[in-house]
C-alpha cells in the first residue's frame, strides 16, 4: 500500500512537469512576444519609450534569451519563491490576484462535488434497484438533459429565473447593498445566499453523468454471482445491496473524480462567467481577452494541478478500499 | 476469419450456452427468425438490433432532418441571417393563426404587425392588422442566396413571400434580425464543427491509440501518460487560454479550423484510450492468435482481423464524442474566444444575449441554446443505441 | 411421488419459462423428482436443459423477471421441533420473505459453478462465512460464529483455517475457493446441498479431490446433495440417484446402477457411448448428431427428435411422450417404452 502511494506520487511529477511546460507553451503561443507586444501598445498610445528603456524591459522579463531560459526562470519563480509572474493587465504580481480569488474557486468546486454525489448515489441506487420504473426513466432522462446542457446556460435560465420569482439578484458574490459593508451576520447570510445558486448548477451539472455511472456500475454488480451467493445464504435483500454491490459500485464512483474534477473545475469558470462571482473563472476570461498570457498560464497550470491532486486523492482512496492493493507487498 | 465467420462463430457459441447464461440471455437479444441471425453479417445485426432501439431510431431521423437544415440552410430558413427588418427590432416571435377574426378556419397564416412605443413603460406595442391575411406557404420565391455558392435560387421552403410582413417565428434580434434564420445557418458551423473536430481527433486518436495498442513497449508508455495528462486537466480553461492565442482578425475559415483544432487537442485522448484497449483486448482474442499462427503478417491480422471487431466500437465512441465538441464551440462562441461575429453560430448567437436583463425581457434569444440542448441529447441517444446494437454478443 | 418418510425435497411438474424480448424460453417444461434424506441426486443435462434452472427454483433464486413460474410445486419436509413432520411448500412463499430466506442457508445450501466470482472481492472469507451462521443460529455471538467459520473452513481442508479465516477471496486458489464455498453452504448444517456444477470450472486432479471431499462430508453431516453436471461420469461416481435431462424435461430417472448398466432412454444410451472408457478399444468416440436446437422452439413432441437415432416419424414428433415406470425406480420418457 505504501509502495503503492509512493510509486503514484512519483508518477505525479512527469505529469505536473508536462502541465507546466503546456501552461508556459499558452503563455509563449500569441504571435510576437508580450513585451514587445506591450511596447508597440505603449507607443500606439503615444507614451514615448525609448530604446533603451525598451531593451531594459525586454531583457527583465527575459525575452533576449531563448524560450527555455525563460521557462526555466519562470519554473523556478514558482518553485523556489511561489512567484508565478507580473500580470500587464492587471499592473500587479499574478499571485496577488490569485490569492483574492482560488479560495473561492476551491470553495465552490469542493461543495459543487459533494452535492453532486449527495444527489446521484441515492438517485442511482434507486434507479438501479428499480430499472425500468418510471421513476428510473425520468432520473435517466433529467440525466440526459444535464449532460446535454450546456453550463452557462443552465445558469442563465437558473439565475433569470431566481431573479424573476424572488427578485433576489444572485449575481456576484454580495448583493450591492453589501459591497462596501463591514463583515456580520446579514453580510454573510447575503454571501452564501450567492453562493447557493453557483454550487446547485455546477454541482447538478456533474450529477448527471455521476447518476449513470452509478446506475451502470450497480446494476453490473447486481448481476453478479456473488449478489446470488447473498441471496442463496439467506441475506435480506436491503443488506446484500448495501453490503456488497453498493459498496463496491462505489470504487468506480469514486475514480470518476479523474474527470468529474475537470469537468467541475471547467464548470467553475463558465458559471462564474455568467454569475460574475470573482473566481478564476472572470479572471481567467479577462486574461485570455486581454491576452495577458502569465495570469493565463498561470490560472491554467493552478487548476490543472488542482485536478491531478484531486484524482490523486481519488486514486490511494481506490487503492485503500481494493483488498487486492491494499496487502500488495504486506504479507502475501 | 472474415466478419461472417467471426458472427456465426460467436452465434454457436451462443446456441451451445443458455442454461448457465440464462441469467445473462435477458442481455441478448436473440432473433427469432433464427437461421437468418446465424447467418448474418456484423453490420445488419447492428442495424436490426439499433432499429429495435425506438427512441435512438427517432433521434437518428431528427438528426437527419437538423443536418439537412445545416446543409441546406439557405433553403430551409425564410430569410437571410444578416437581412434586418425595419421596425422590427427586437420583436418577439410572430404569431401564427389557424382560426381568422369570424372564426373561420384556414391553413397556417399570420397578420401585419404595427408598432406603437407605450410612453409610460417605453415597451413596444404590436397590434396585429386582422384585415388581411397572409398564409405561409411552401416553396416560396423570398430574398435571392446561393445554393451550396453554386447557383443562386430564390427558393425557400417556407414563407410568407415578399410582400407580406416578416415572418419572425423564433422572434428578432436587436438589429432585427430574424432568429430563425440565424439559428439556422449558426446549425452550419455548430453541427459541422462536431463532426470535422470528432474526425481529426478519430485520426490522431486511431493512429497514437493503435501504435500504444498494437506496439506496446515505450511508446505505449508515454501515449499513455500523454493521454492520462489529457484527460486529467480541465477541458474548458486550456481550450480558453489556447483560443486566447488565437489573433482576433484571423477570417472565419481561419478561425474555424483553428477551434477545431484546440478541439481536438484534448479530445483525440478519449478515443485513443477506447481504441488501444480495444486492440490490446482483440489482440489476445483466440481468433487473432489463430491468424497469427496460420502465418497470417501484422498487417494482415490489424486491418482484416482485428479492425472489423471494432469499427463498430469507434463509431460508439465517435458518435458520442461529437457532443463535447459541439458544446465546446458554443461555449468558446459564448464567451467571444471562439467564433467572431459576423460569423454566426449557436454560441455567437447565445453570446448576443450575454446580459441578464435582454434575457429577462426577450426569452426567445435563448432558442439557440435549446437546439445546443436537442442536438446534443439526440447525440446521446443515438450513441447510447448504437452501443446496445454495437455489441450483439458481448455479455 | 415417493415414500414420504425419507423425502426431503419434492419437486413436482415444475414449469420455468423465461419471457425474453425475442420470445420465450421454456427452460424447464415438466419436471418432477424427489431429493431423499442423505441421499444424493445426479442431474444430468446438456447447457440449456434447465438443470441449473431447477435447483435455483428450489433455492427460490430464480432471476424473476424474466423467469416466470408457471407451474408446479416445490415442497420441503422439515423435522417440527423434534415432533414429526411438518412440510412446506416453498413455490407458495414469496422468495423474497423471511420465511424463504430462514430456509434459504439454513436448511438448504448451495454450491456455485464459478468459484472466482462467487465470493465478494473486498470482504474476507470468515466475514462472508460468518454472515449466514450469524444470520440463521439464534443468539450466537460474533465471536461463536468466527470459531464456527474456523472450524468448518478446517474441516473441508483448507489448512490454518484460524489465519485464512481472514483472508481475502483473492488471496486464495481456485480449489481453496471452491473448498470455502462448500463450507459456506455447510456453515448452518442444511438438510439439502445443492452443487451446481460445482467443478466444472476446475482441474482434473482437484476435481477429484472436491468429489472426495463432498463424499466424506456426506458420510459425516448426512445432509443430502443435488449434484448438477453435465458429465455423466462424474455424477455417476457420486450419485445414488440419477435424473437426466434434456430440454426442460427429464428424459429417464434411475439408480445410478439401474441407469448405467440398462440405459433405456436413447439420449442416455448416446450420452453413455460418449463416454472414454479406459479399458475400451481405440475407436472413435460416438457424438451426438446435430446441435441443440434454439431455445426458444416450442417441441409439439419429444424434443430429442431430431437428433434421435431410433426416432419412430409420425409418433416422436406429434405428441410429448408421457413418462413411464418401466421396472421399480427406473423411469423413461420415450415411445419406445409406452
Known sequence: MILYIVRRVIMLFPILLLISIVSFIVIELPPGDWVSNYITNLRNSGIELQEEEAARLTAMYGFDQPSYVRYAKWMQGIVTKGDFGWSFQWGKPVNDILRERLPFTILISFSALILSWLIAIPVGIYSATHPYSITDYIATILAFVWVATPGFLLAFVAAWLVFHYTGFSPLGLNSTDFLDAPWNTAKLIDRIKHLILPIVIIGLSGTGATIRVMRANLLDELKKQYVTTARSKGVPELTILFKYPVRIAFNPLFSTIGWLLPAIISGEVIISVVLSIPTMGPTLLRATLAQDMYLVGSIVLILSSLTVLGTLISDIYLAWADPRIRFEGTGK | ?395 | MSDRHDTLVEVENLQVHFHLQEGIVRAVEDVSFAVKLGQTLGVIGESGSGKSVSAQAIMGILPMPPAQLKNGRITMYLPNNGMGMRSVVLTDLPTRGGEFRAIRGKEIGMIFQEPMTSFSPVHTIGNQIMESVLLHIPNITKKEARERAVEILGRVGISRPERRVDDYPHQFSGGMRQRAMIAMALACNPKLVIADEPTTALDVTIEAQILELLKDLQEEFGMAIMYISHDLAVVGGVADEIIVMYLGLVMEHASAEQLFENPRHPYTQALLRSIPTIDGTLERLATIQGAMPSPFTEHMGCPFFTRCDQRVPGACDVRRPPIVEVEPGHKVRCVLYE
Do not use: C
Open chain 2, 1 to 395: 476469419m472474415t466478419v461472417q465467420e467471426q458472427s456465426s462463430r460467436t452465434a454457436q457459441e451462443l446456441a451451445g450456452q443458455p442454461d448457465e447464461g440464462l441469467a445473462a440471455i435477458p442481455e441478448e437479444k436473440l432473433d427469432v427468425r433464427s437461421e437468418r441471425f446465424y447467418y448474418a453479417k456484423q453490420w445488419e445485426l447492428i442495424w436490426w438490433r439499433f432499429r429495435r432501439h425506438r427512441l435512438a431510431m427517432i433521434s437518428l431521423v431528427l438528426l437527419i432532418i437538423l443536418y439537412l437544415i445545416a446543409i441546406m440552410p439557405g433553403f430551409a430558413s425564410p430569410y437571410l441571417p444578416q437581412s434586418r427588418f425595419e421596425g422590427r427590432q427586437q420583436s418577439p416571435p410572430t404569431k401564427v393563426h389557424m382560426i381568422d377574426e369570424n372564426g373561420g378556419i384556414h391553413l397556417p397564416f399570420v397578420y401585419a404587425l404595427s408598432r406603437e412605443l407605450d410612453q409610460k413603460t417605453f415597451k413596444y406595442i404590436y397590434t396585429e392588422d386582422t384585415s388581411q391575411r397572409y398564409p405561409i406557404k411552401l416553396f416560396v420565391k423570398g430574398e435571392p442566396y446561393k445554393f451550396w455558392g453554386l447557383f443562386e435560387t430564390s427558393r425557400h421552403l417556407f414563407g410568407v413571400g415578399v410582400d407580406g410582413p416578416p415572418l419572425l417565428l423564433f422572434g428578432a434580434d436587436e438589429l432585427g434580425r430574424d432568429i430563425l434564420s440565424r439559428t439556422f445557418y449558426g446549425s452550419r458551423i455548430s453541427l459541422s464543427i462536431g463532426f470535422v473536430g470528432v474526425l481529426l481527433s478519430f485520426f490522431i486518436g486511431v493512429t497514437l491509440g493503435g501504435i500504444s495498442g498494437y506496439f506496446g513497449g515505450i511508446a505505449d508508455e508515454i501515449i499513455q501518460r500523454l493521454i492520462d495528462f489529457l484527460l486529467s486537466i480541465p477541458a474548458l480553461p486550456f481550450w480558453m487560454a489556447l483560443a486566447a492565442a488565437m489573433p482576433r482578425d484571423w477570417s472565419v475559415t481561419k478561425t474555424y479550423f483553428a477551434i477545431t483544432i484546440i478541439l481536438s487537442i484534448i479530445g483525440w485522448s478519449g478515443l485513443a484510450r477506447v481504441v488501444r484497449g480495444k486492440l490490446l483486448a482483440l489482440r489476445e482474442e483466440d481468433y487473432a492468435l489463430a491468424a497469427q499462427a496460420a502465418g497470417a503478417g501484422q498487417p494482415r491480422i490489424i486491418f482484416r482481423h482485428l479492425l472489423p471487431g471494432f469499427t463498430s466500437h469507434l463509431i460508439v465512441s465517435l458518435t458520442l464524442a461529437i457532443p463535447g465538441s459541439i458544446l465546446g464551440e458554443t461555449t468558446l462562441s459564448f464567451l467571444g474566444l471562439g467564433m467572431q461575429p459576423p460569423a454566426v453560430s449557436w454560441g455567437v448567437l447565445l453570446g448576443d444575449a450575454q446580459d441578464m436583463v435582454v434575457v429577462a425581457q426577450q426569452p426567445w434569444r435563448m432558442i439557440p441554446g435549446l437546439f445546443v440542448v436537442i442536438a446534443v441529447l439526440l447525440f446521446n441517444f443515438v450513441g447510447d443505441g448504437l452501443r446496445d446494437a454495437a455489441d450483439p454478443y458481448a455479455m
